[in-house]
């Protein structure tokens, strides 16, 4: 009888994940090893920064404001080629080159150095269009919301020993050789998913092979047709992509500091910093299988009201919190972020034809990478230069345009493109 149990329950999951195949699945693989190595450093970055490598109050800003500068600079070919010549070449290529950047920051000997390194780092993201445009290419319609609430599980579980093993390392070997440490092993794991990437097949065939000539002629063209196409995306896509833009800059306000604050204005250890992120991972984790089948079922539209409902009230939290409120918060800011990405990843899809993915992604992350750094600069400057908490002010005061523009003017397609 509990054979009998066992197996239906397996052809149930068998069924549910069926689509988890090919590129799809190379690509989960490997968002699991890199995912791993990413959140290791998080938690003590800031710390690093300061303590270690001695950064002057304004560092984390300028370090994130040359971070998303040097990501802009590539997202307008990074979309361009990604539909002209094909997303394989790219991905797997940058994936390698990225690794290797991760040495800057193990050896690192000022935190110049780390502006280095995050600006390399952030120039071989030019490789991003093409990777959510592959994950689309490769998804079917009635299962994008799954799909992408997958994706933040694989953040969500592989991302929970990180932080663990950052605190582990942090106490055995001090903030400085701990974070040496973490990033050389960011550097292999990155390594070893390029290798894994090379199994990826090529989505986009036109025949023609890319060269290293296109990424400087290609430029003037990239941008021409990343702001032309919008005239050709439904108008709902440009207030998603508003709604998204307002949710980063208000992100990366806060999170340039987040650390630090809970440290100087709420009074918090590293080693307490370190185990909020605990709940974080976790929260992700239960979450995320139920908000993806939510945003297939449900539609688009209500989880992602519902995703900046929370992500308001966590802030606010935040703000005065205690250890145990802080993990609270930052649960909350799990569950909102999942809500949030996953259904406007999904609707994005639905509402943009494939032969545009890669310039809709390019245009969006060159808007919103610009946006990110000058979020970071002011949020690090209102830290050191005002009342601590403004940041979180302006990330709230930014989420109420967000809710009204999804609520009222974002619409979802009668028909899902690929339906």
């Not at 988890?20 to 290791?40: F, H, P, Q, R």
């Not at 799990?334 to 259904?343: K, T």
């Amino acid at each position: 009888m509990k054979r009998v149990k066992f197996m239906g329950l397996w052809d149930v999951l068998r069924r549910e994940f069926s689509f988890i195949t090919g590129n799809y699945k190379i690509l989960v693989v490997s968002w699991m090893i890199m995912d791993l190595a990413m959140e290791m450093p998080a938690p003590n970055f800031q710390y690093y920064v300061k303590d270690v490598l001695h950064g002057p109050p304004m560092a984390l800003g300028l370090i994130g404001l040359a971070n998303f500068l040097a990501m802009a600079a590539v997202a307008f070919p990074g979309g361009y080629l990604a539909d002209k010549y094909g997303r394989r070449w790219l991905i797997t290529t940058m994936t390698f080159a990225m690794a290797l950047s991760y040495l800057f920051f193990a050896f690192a000997p000022t935190w110049h150095f780390i502006l280095l390194g995050s600006i390399v780092s952030s120039l071989c993201l030019i490789y991003q269009p093409a990777l959510f445009a592959m994950v689309q290419d490769s998804l079917p319609p009635e299962r994008r919301g799954m799909g992408s609430s997958i994706i933040q599980l694989i953040h969500g579980t592989f991302n929970t020993p990180g932080p663990i093993i950052a605190l582990f390392l942090l106490m055995q070997f001090g903030l400085e050789w701990s974070m040496r440490i973490i990033y050389l092993i960011v550097t292999a794991l990155f390594f070893i998913a390029a290798v894994w990437r090379l199994r990826l097949k090529e989505t986009m065939t036109n025949g023609e092979p890319i060269r290293f000539s296109y990424f400087i002629s290609s430029y003037p063209k990239a941008i021409k047709e990343s702001f032309n196409v919008w005239k050709v995306v439904p108008r709902s896509m440009l207030w998603l992509f508003a709604v998204q833009t307002l949710v980063r800059f208000g992100m990366s306000a806060t999170n340039v500091i987040n650390a630090l604050y809970a440290n100087e204005v709420l009074g918090m250890s590293k080693e307490q910093w370190d185990l909020t992120f605990i709940p974080l991972l976790l929260t992700m984790v239960v979450a995320s299988i139920p908000i993806g089948k939510t945003v297939d079922k449900v539609g688009r539209k209500i989880p992602m009201v519902l995703g900046l409902f929370v992500y308001g009230a966590a802030t606010l939290i935040f703000v005065n919190g205690t250890l145990l409120t802080l993990m609270i918060a930052m649960s909350m800011f799990g569950i909102a972020h999942m809500l949030i990405m996953s259904s406007a990843t999904a609707l994005s899809a639905d509402l943009v034809h494939p032969v545009n993915r890669g310039k809709v992604v390019g245009f969006r992350n060159f808007v919103g990478y610009i946006v990110m750094g000058l979020g970071m600069l002011l949020g690090n400057y209102l830290f050191v230069s005002c009342v601590p908490q403004s940041p979180f002010y302006v990330t709230l005061g930014l989420v109420v345009p967000a809710f009204l523009i999804v609520l009222f003017l974002v619409h979802e397609p009668e028909k899902r493109v690929g339906d």
